[in-house]
Structures are given as structure tokens and as C-alpha cells.
């Protein structure tokens, strides 16, 4: 066993936290992901699965790097989180299982850097005595710093699908289009097909390729939809933030998101 587990096992024995105990379930879980992808002979998912394993060191390694305390559950979501990404989804394609999955974890990550976001500016708000930033101020901090979160994972998404042909934004089927591009007579006129129900694709090298039901849209309505979703997790988080700066013995279940100063 590593030095990292035998860290966790201690911090385990020390402070009870149930996000250990998650943290040591879910690393044994992807121990196991990975003997089965290399005995099957897939390298790319046990690298997956490698790389599940590093990205569950990191919550402990920067609370400890920037000396601030995770609450039990926080921590324990974000460690459910990017197994429920890379090991359930990724591996054991829960993407397709479950048509909601990508939605679910869009909206969670939402949530989560919000509060990440909202507890940068707490902090600074609460160990400040010059600094004396309004709820709503601070509200709306943790919302901007979760969409720029989830606008930059959409880039890398884009990336990944234009530069190494990956399908992260994820195509569908859709059986209208509005487009300038169609209009001959170059008069700026948005030309509408509607009702398609089968569309044609000549390639050079794959010949005609053809998408029964309507056209493919390749990536924009997922685009738009995790953006929207990430959208309601961060609006349902800074409202509880919002709630918690003005009544903090009220609302004090929402310390259970927010990253405190040791």
C-alpha cells in the first residue's frame, strides 16, 4: 500500500471522516478497474483509470498545500464525482446507459465550483477586517468562477473532439436547421428545412454515409445544455451562499460545501 493511502488511513483514524472512508472504497474499486481493463487488454482505460487514481490525491494534497479544512461531505462528493466521470461513465459507459449522466454530473460540477469559488472570497471576506465584501457580491463571485469553470471544460471538450477526433460533444439526431448558408441568392436570409428525415454525407474516403431520422447535430445543443445545467448548480449554490453570509447559524448546513481555513 502507498504512502498516500497509509496518510489516508491515518487521517481516517484521527478524525473520523466519512470522506476517507469513501476515498479508500472508491480507490480499492478502481485497484480492481484497472486489473480488469489491462487483463482485457484495454491500455486506454486502464490509463483512465490511473489517471482517477492521481486526480483523488488532489483534494488532500491542495487542502493540505493551501492550509484549508474540506468538509466531510464536500470532499466526499468530489471524490464520487470523478469516479462517477472516468469510472462510471468514461469506462462502464453510463453515458449511454443513462441518458441523463452527462446532465447529472454537468449540473453537480455547477455546484461543487461554486462553492469552491464562493469559498475563496469567504475566506478572504472573513480573515480581512479592511475587507467587508457584500453576500451578494460574493454570490455572485462563486457563480462567475463556476461558469468560467465549466465554459473552460467545454473548451477542452472542443479540443479534444477537433484535435484527436474524440466525441465529448456529444452528436444527435435532429430533424430541423436554420441556416444563412443555405440561402443561393447571398441575401442574408436564414433558409429553414424542416421535417428531415434522412440526411446524405459524401466523404472522399468513406463514401456516402447516411443518418437515418433527420441531420446530425455534432456538438452545439450539448455545448448549450451543459452550460445550461452547469448554470442551475451554480445558481442554486450561490443562493444558499447568499443565505448562508446573512444568517450563518440559520443556514449552516451549507458549511458542509464550503472549504474553511485551518
Known sequence: ??????????????????SVLVYLILRFLVLISIIIQILSGNVSNALLCVLALILFTLPT??????????????????????????????????????????????????????????????????????????????????????????????????????IFGMDFQRDRIVNRVASLKLDKKKESSTIRVTDIYKTDIYSRKDGRVTIDNGYLDIGLIDTIK??????????????????????RDKYKFAANFIPRKK
Do not use: Q
Not at 489516508?8 to 473520523?16: F, L, V, W
Not at 446532465?103 to 455547477?110: D, K, P, S, Y
Not at 451543459?226 to 444568517?247: E, R
Open 61 to 162: 494534497v491542495l487542502a493540505d498545500k493551501l492550509r484549508i479544512t474540506l468538509p466531510s461531505l464536500l470532499e466526499s462528493m468530489v471524490y464520487l464525482f470523478i469516479f462517477a466521470s472516468a469510472i462510471l461513465g468514461g469506462i462502464n459507459n453510463f453515458y449511454k446507459i443513462i441518458p441523463i449522466w452527462d446532465t447529472i454530473l454537468h449540473t453537480l460540477n455547477g455546484f461543487l465550483c461554486a462553492g469552491i469559488g464562493f469559498s475563496l472570497v469567504d475566506l478572504l471576506n472573513t480573515s480581512s477586517k479592511r475587507i467587508n465584501l457584500s453576500p451578494l457580491y460574493v454570490a455572485i463571485v462563486a457563480f462567475c468562477f463556476s461558469m468560467t469553470i465549466g465554459v473552460l471544460w467545454e473548451f477542452c471538450e472542443f479540443s479534444a473532439d477537433y
Open 226 to 247: 451543459d452550460l445550461f445545467v452547469n448554470l442551475i448548480g451554480a445558481v442554486v449554490f450561490s443562493i444558499i451562499g447568499w443565505l448562508y453570509i446573512k444568517n
Open 1 to 18: 500500500m502507498g504512502r498516500f493511502s497509509k496518510s489516508m488511513i491515518k487521517k481516517y483514524k484521527e478524525s473520523k471522516k466519512s
